[in-house]
């Protein structure tokens, strides 16, 4: 279970690199409309002890600093990730936050991305979108392809429609990262390698045609037990026919 400043690492990721982290929810908390049973930050009932978002002005100062001290140290930091302990778009200041951070990266850390990784359940909101389509890296989740499938693995908050989230994703116009965790339960009845979710995912994928596709299997300990992982080889094999047709997929075990 991790528990984030607000400004964290450098850390390595399998994705992004050396990624700078910035948590936008509670340091000792968690927050988040989905309750992932392979989310390595815990089940969100475990995280109720602290809900003090950070304002944008802290966000701002903490980031600043970091950058400052990783320049002078000569450490080369090849993502800003905004991640943590939750959806990092439930920050009300979100917006404002993505304005400071590019000024920063822009003025500190030139050669650095700015990611974002979403659960793109506000994708729809305009303020959301539009900061979101600031940053270097955009990268929206989606897992499972019906609103049955999603609940079994993310148990999102009551209202989500998946069909909204790619509705609201259409607006990228393909510029933007897909991610998809890959994985199976027996408890929970999923398996993102049986046809009705892979099929789905698939039609979804061709119709939103990211630039690029990140898909991945769990990692680290998970709150709910008994999850399996797929290899590389499995998951290289399920998206095959999307690198054939084009598509860039990135796989990590």
Same mark, same amino acid.
């Given at each position: 279970m ?7 690492? $450098? ?16 340091? /000792? ?13 815990g =089940? ?16 701002? &100062?903490d980031?600043e ?9 000569? !450490? ?7 991640? &943590?302990d ?6 009300p200041?979100?917006?404002q ?6 000024a ?18 506000r ?6 979108f ?10 929206m989740k989606?897992?499972a ?10 148990h999102?908050?009551? &209202?989500y429609d998946?069909?909204?989230v ?11 990262v ?16 049986? $046809?009705?979710?892979?099929a789905? =995912? ?7 045609r990211?630039?690029?596709?990140? !898909?991945?299997?769990?990692? /680290?300990?998970?709150p709910?037990q ?8 499995e998951?290289?094999?399920? !998206?095959? $026919?999307l690198?054939?047709? &084009? ?7």
């Amino acid at each position: 279970m991790l528990r984030e400043e607000t400004v964290f690492g $450098p850390i390595h990721s399998r994705r992004l690199g050396t990624s700078l982290g910035i948590n936008l929810l509670p340091e /000792r908390g968690k927050i988040c409309n989905f309750d992932c049973i392979y989310c390595e930050c815990g =089940w969100n009932r475990d995280g109720r002890e602290d809900t003090l978002l950070p304002s944008a002005e802290k966000v701002r &100062g903490d980031l600043e600093r970091m950058l400052f001290r990783l320049g002078n140290e000569g !450490v080369a930091v090849d993502s800003i990730t905004f991640s &943590g302990d939750g959806e990092p778009t439930l920050n009300p200041q979100f917006p404002q936050i993505i304005d400071d951070t590019m000024a920063l990266r822009d003025r500190l850390a030139p050669s650095a991305k700015v990611s974002v990784l979403s659960n793109a359940t506000r994708v729809h909101l305009p303020e959301v979108f539009n900061a979101l389509a600031k940053v270097d890296n955009p990268i929206m989740k989606i897992d499972a392809p019906t609103n049955e499938l999603v609940g079994r693995i993310n148990h999102p908050a009551p &209202g989500y429609d998946v069909q909204r989230v790619v509705e609201s994703l259409l607006r990228f116009e393909g510029n933007f990262v897909l991610q998809t965790c890959m994985l199976r339960s027996e408890e929970y009845n999923f398996d993102s390698s049986r $046809p009705e979710v892979l099929a789905g =995912w698939m039609e979804i994928v061709r119709r939103l045609r990211p630039r690029e596709i990140m !898909v991945y299997t769990i990692d /680290r300990p998970t709150p709910a037990q008994g999850l399996q992982k797929l290899t590389v080889e499995e998951m290289s094999a399920l !998206v095959k $026919p999307l690198v054939d047709e &084009g598509f860039l997929v990135q796989v990590k075990g």
